[in-house]
């Protein structure tokens, strides 16, 4: 009886396509593999939210706290929900009781570059799969957290980190690399999610080898066509924000990173396939198509931004609320861009993006200048203020897609930095910037915004303004979006209006996206709760601004009182 109870509880391929629709599980980031971070429960509505209580919390205990990103997944009654410094934990969801925990040994010398986060597992057959800040990936008996499997993506000493969700579709188990500030190569991986094995290797980096099944599989790019010299060989592209996949076109995308090193003047070119979204077939491991957002990105505004697919006027669409401050809506199968506009109030950078050929209208005395031309004396180059800040229009804290309403839910921020470039070369396990910064924030009264958009038109329908940057995602159900703010509160508005009807205060800030599902007829809500992120390490005035907020590390759980 044991044995089949067993097999009945294993994740298979279908119940992960099915993700979105299965009301009564979380089995995957994004809840479905579109990343749309939609459910169509309604059990809690505008109605009846004002009963919405908490039901349970769990403490992540320990001295270890700092940012808490996870998104927990739900399957069979238990609650899967990884904690800072690699650490899982597997509980009963109704109740929040620890069933197991998992401490991943930590070497000394991890190279984290934005805390010691992690952004949640991946549930396959019997096994839960989570990455490492050591860059490794490690498979747990979802029963028991005994290690199944555990394989080394990179060497940890070279600057590799893992904080991604997983992506799992088409069988298997695809990953992406952290490191973007080290001189990494960012690539996309795909292994068997039952033994860890290596199925393909696609790097995103053009000039570097591809393989599939232990043979080589064909070069990225073509060497030195946007790249000069030798600069390929630690371009960065960092894949660190992980994959979505779209069922309908059978393609996987990954945003890429900010190419390496910052100074863009060191990269004269485009540098492919760096600040981009790249759709790659899993069955060959093999680059389909690629929308560049930022060519010879000067600003590390990356393009790790999660590629949301969706149907519009007929079509099967994609969208992208990028860190250089403008949404991109593309076409998922074969990446031609359907329409583009700013989604924050100031780009500096570009006055807005060509529809035709695909490039942003760039303004070149706002990029900061060269060390050794006009504007600087060798060590530094001419500053200017930018903005986006680096931290982006959006960074990490995902977007949702209402179906419902047809709009997305953007965690927007309004900030802006002075950069400047200096020389830089490239040594191992260093930062490798060439830049030098501090972030601003625009506007007196906010920094943070959730913006209601309309794919189609570009506008802003709603906004609900917060003071801190906004550092967690958002949960589109019903016809509500929850979300989360640094100062603490689980926020829930009327998904058309923006009208708040409910929130409640978790006691540390929260940077993590929201999850709900159905258990034994009652419809709860999830969130994970602990300040911390990038924004406290880099964010310069605007870290000043927030360091009253406190850290913590807890799973809250609310449902309707009866
Ligand atoms: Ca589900
Ligand atoms: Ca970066």
Not at 36 to 46: D, E, G, K, M, V
Not at 157 to 166: Q, V
Not at 303 to 332: H, I
Not at 418 to 431: D, L, S, V
Request: glycine share 14%; aromatic share 12%; proline share 6%.
């Amino acid at each position: 009886m044991a044995a089949t109870a067993h097999v009945s509880a294993q994740v298979t391929d279908a119940m992960i396509a099915n993700d979105a629709k299965t009301t009564d599980s979380v089995l995957s980031n994004g809840l479905g593999t579109q990343l749309q971070r939609h459910s169509p429960l309604t059990n809690i509505n505008a109605r009846n939210i004002n009963r919405l209580v908490p039901a349970w919390s769990m403490s992540f205990g320990g001295e270890k706290q700092r940012g808490q990103q996870s998104q927990p997944l739900i399957h069979k009654g238990k609650m899967f929900v990884t904690g800072s410094y690699s650490r899982i934990f597997a509980l009963d969801a109704k109740t929040g009781k620890k069933l197991w925990k998992y401490e991943h040994r930590l070497p000394e010398g991890i190279m984290p570059c934005c805390d010691v986060i992690n952004r949640g597992a991946a549930l396959y057959d019997n096994l839960v799969i989570f990455g490492t800040l050591d860059a490794q990936l490690v498979a747990l008996d979802q029963e028991t957290g005994r290690v199944v499997w555990r394989e080394r993506i990179d060497d940890y000493s070279a600057g590799y980190s893992y904080t991604a969700a997983p992506l799992i579709a088409e069988g298997l188990l695809m990953t992406g690399v952290s490191g973007g500030e080290f001189g990494v190569i960012g690539r996309v991986e795909a292994r068997d999610p039952k033994t860890g094995k290596m199925v393909w290797v696609r790097p995103v980096v053009e000039g570097h080898m591809g393989y599939k099944d232990g043979k080589e599989n064909g070069i990225t790019g073509t060497t030195n066509a946007s790249w000069p010299g030798e600069m390929w060989k630690t371009g960065g592209a960092a894949t660190w924000m992980g994959g979505s996949y779209d069922p309908k076109t059978g393609l996987a995308y990954f945003g890429t990173g900010n190419p390496g090193p910052w100074n863009s003047h060191l990269r004269k070119g485009d540098n492919l396939y760096s600040s981009s979204t790249v759709a790659i077939d899993p069955k060959t491991g093999q680059i389909v198509w690629h929308y560049q957002g930022t060519p010879n990105d000067g600003w590390d505004f990356d393009g790790t931004n999660e590629f949301v697919t969706f149907d519009m006027d007929g079509k099967r669409l994609g969208a992208k609320a990028d860190r250089n401050g403008f949404f991109y809506v593309l076409d998922a199968a074969n990446g031609k861009l359907e329409n583009a506009f700013p989604f924050v109030t100031k780009t500096t950078w570009a006055t807005g993006i060509d529809l035709k050929t695909g490039r942003p209208n760039f303004v070149p005395e706002n990029r900061p200048g060269d060390p050794s031309g006009e504007g600087g004396d060798g060590n530094k180059g001419k500053a200017v203020f930018a903005a986006p800040a680096f931290l982006g229009g959006k960074n990490q804290m995902p977007m949702a897609f209402s179906p419902k309403t047809g709009l997305f839910y953007v965690p927007a921020n309004e900030w802006g930095m002075e950069i400047w470039n200096e020389p830089i070369t490239y040594k191992k396990g260093a930062a490798y910037l060439g830049a030098g910064f501090t972030i601003k924030p625009l506007y007196d009264d906010y920094i943070g915004s959730l913006r209601a958009i309309n794919p189609k038109t570009g506008k802003i329908e709603w906004e609900v303004k917060n003071e801190a940057p906004l550092w967690g995602g958002v949960l589109s159900v019903g016809d509500l979006v929850f979300w989360g703010t640094p100062e603490g509160y689980l926020k829930a508005a009327d998904a058309k209006t923006g009208k708040i009807v409910w929130q409640f205060q978790t006691g540390s800030g929260i940077v993590a996206p929201p999850v709900t599902w159905m258990q034994d007829g009652e419809q709860y809500i999830s969130v994970v709760s602990g300040w911390g992120g990038a924004v406290p390490l880099w964010g310069g005035e605007v870290a000043k601004k927030v360091n009253f907020l406190e850290q913590g590390g807890s799973v809250w759980t609310f449902k309707l009182l009866k």
